[in-house]
């Protein structure tokens, strides 16, 4: 019950710009690993450190790697926690169903707030921020 109101908490103050602060205690990348294994994140997710499996729907949904934009600690948090609430356009249809919500499993229920924790940590550290090219040139 702690689990569902924290994440409730999470995701009512994730709309709300007072929450911008927002931060959870560190996590730990090598848990955060564990815990994507257990539950089975490489059957539609692949990462840099551990295979794909490909499970029912064969999806290859790729995370981490080289990115203009930082994905921040709270946008990998909504993700986990709400995978509906912004769905990539380029997987939106082979990652939706019907009613337009992600095929993503809720682990709200299964998962401990410090699971959570470290799964993001790891998440986190599997992205590469790559500056964006400028046609600034120095003064010589």
Sequence with gaps: MVIILLCGGLLISSCNQQARGFALPEGDIE???????????????????IDWKGGSDNLNIPLGGKLSKLKSYGDLVTSVINPSHKLARSYEQK??????HSKMKSY?????VQELIDLVTFLQS???IIAPPTHYHPYN
Excluded: P, R, W
């Design 31 to 49: 848990n955060g690993k564990v815990t994507y294994k257990k539950l089975a994140c490489f059957e539609c997710h692949n990462i840099s450190q």
């Design 95 to 100: 990652t939706t169903k019907k009613d337009g």
């Design 108 to 112: 709200n229920e299964v998962m401990t």
């Design 126 to 128: 599997e992205y590469d």
